[in-house]
């Protein structure tokens, strides 16, 4: 085991080395003041860009990047990191201090850096260079973005039901079973995929619950099911809670929580769950469904219909394939069902307060949250990657979707009306298939922390990665029956030692003062 001393010596070499590989992607141009008048420099200011793959990749030679580039006369250096390392990687950036010109973070990721000094105050700059930007995204969420009552990120609007449990429709034909309703029947079901051979291949090779994902995931409807929603269990600022009377309640320590881990333990003790659930990676994990492997995941909406359908074309693996959502959901004892709200806010774009070029960064996020700018970057051309927005892509952009590189700068900035618009309006038998998935995934029950929004705390910062790495050990533990949950009492005694009392506390005081509220601690 490598000392403590030995762990942050190899933590700060790493942190150099990661630095130093960036510094290129991160570096900013050092360009004259734009000449007065307002007129753009002629020759293309560049601009950097650090953002999660979101499955897609960078491609520098990318017609609908260069068409972007040139409307906008900005020359890109975008930096895409896998999205189960990019939290700890720009971590290491914001450290050094040196970070790109813009950043896409997750949600309320920005809070723990604003006080560092990262990031531009772009209030007094909107108008003057965003007036589109400033008036294409919702009112609403410029207001749930302030921090301390200034503008410090661009908001990326998000659909608040992003998940769908998904289920092998033809292994429940080849069973004679239906849709499960309820959690009963979803067990049953569970074991009969996993010991009644439903694809008929004679082989034992079948289970019912795996991932594609996280594992979390996979689990969040039998959570819903018991009238609660942890979130994602590695998320570094947690404490996903709920209001009932005038208490708030963390999740992780609910009576509820206990009562859904003994119900997933108990599929874990009948090995319905691939065993490898909570160590596979997400690439060999999707794999193992486009193969036929397994019957039930949870996942974004996408997974399904493109990840599995279109990218791995699973239907040539497996030609009988059915993914179907399951709706209206998983039924638990109380009559309660959901899923975990994602709210309305997906991501944000903050720009460095060292950036020498304030004026081209919003001009070119302003162009992208134009009518024009949106399709360009969500579509691609005209008349080469598609014909018209409801006709779908031609195999050109088929190809290019596939390939992943179409449209990496569809993350940076989002009009979900258009989004909406088109999906409602689509003839494209593709959209027509997502479809199905999208409106399924916003129909559900939806369980929303009672602190979204609510601005990080000193003790989140301090504890929360702390109380999230304990929480998902235990739930582990807990499942795999490594603990066994008669030390619940012990579990509990721990996570408030261990900082979550006092992040409990400190996220109840800055509620009730942005809130007026006279809420209380449940525990």
Not at 187 to 193: G, I, L, N, S, T
Not at 242 to 253: E, F, Q
Not at 270 to 275: H, L
Not at 343 to 354: C, F, H
């Amino acid at each position: 085991m490598k000392t403590n001393s030995s762990k942050r010596a190899i933590a700060w070499l790493c942190m150099v080395s990661l630095v130093a590989t960036m510094a290129s992607a991160c570096g900013r141009t050092e360009v004259s003041d734009p000449p007065t008048g307002g007129q753009a420099s002629a020759a293309p200011v560049t601009l950097s860009l650090i953002q999660p793959d979101g499955g897609r990749v960078w491609k520098d030679d990318n017609p609908v990047t260069k068409l972007i580039e040139k409307r906008t006369n900005v020359k890109l250096n975008v930096n895409m990191l896998p999205n189960n390392d990019f939290n700890s990687k720009y971590n290491a950036l914001a450290a050094s201090g040196e970070i790109p010109d813009m950043s896409r973070l997750g949600s309320f990721d920005y809070q723990k850096f604003v006080d560092q000094g990262l990031f531009l105050d772009v209030t007094p700059y909107l108008d003057q260079y965003a007036p589109n930007l400033k008036k294409n995204l919702k009112p609403e969420l410029w207001e749930l973005t302030k921090y301390n009552g200034k503008q410090y990120v661009i908001p990326y609007e998000n659909a608040a039901g992003k998940e769908v449990p998904v289920i092998r429709k033809d292994w429940l034909d080849a069973l004679n079973m239906k849709m499960p309703t309820n959690l009963d029947e979803f067990e049953q079901v569970m074991k009969a995929f996993t010991y009644k051979d439903p694809d008929k291949n004679g082989k034992d090779d079948t289970y019912g619950i795996g991932n594609v994902n996280t594992y979390a995931e996979s689990f969040m409807p039998i959570f819903g099911a018991f009238g609660i929603s942890p979130g994602m269990f590695a998320n570094s600022v947690p404490m996903n809670s709920y209001l009932k009377g005038n208490k708030i309640y963390p999740v992780a320590i609910s009576s509820e929580y206990k009562a859904a881990l003994s119900y997933i333990k108990n599929l874990w003790d009948a090995k319905v769950i691939d065993p490898e659930i909570f160590t596979i990676k997400t690439d060999q994990a999707t794999q193992k469904a486009a193969q036929g492997r397994i019957g039930f995941f949870t996942a974004w909406w996408s997974i399904a219909p493109q990840t599995l359908g279109q990218q791995l074309k699973m239907k040539e693996i497996v030609p009988n394939v059915n993914w179907e959502p399951i709706f209206p959901g998983i039924i638990g004892p109380e009559g309660k069902s959901g899923m975990l709200s994602f709210g309305n806010l997906g991501a944000v774009v903050a720009i460095s307060s060292k950036t020498k070029n304030v004026e081209a960064i919003l001009r070119f996020l302003d162009y992208l949250s134009t009518d024009e700018g949106w399709e360009l970057s969500h579509y691609g051309i005209k008349g080469e990657h598609y014909s018209d927005m409801n006709s779908g892509r031609t195999p050109v952009g088929q190809q290019a979707f596939d390939e992943k590189w179409l449209d990496p700068l569809s993350q940076i900035v989002s009009r979900q009306e258009l989004t909406d618009k088109i999906s409602a309006s689509s003839k494209d038998p593709v959209q027509l298939e997502n479809n199905r998935f999208i409106e399924t995934a916003a129909k559900y029950n939806l369980y929303q922390d009672v602190f979204y929004g609510i601005p990080l705390t000193d003790e989140q910062k301090s504890y929360g990665p702390d109380v999230a790495k304990y929480e998902e050990e235990m739930f582990i533990k807990f499942v795999t029956g490594k603990e066994p949950l008669s030390k619940w009492d012990e579990y509990v005694a721990a996570w408030k030692r261990k900082g979550g009392e006092d992040l409990l506390n400190s996220k109840i005081k800055r509620y009730n003062a942005l809130k007026s509220g006279k809420v209380s601690p449940g525990i």
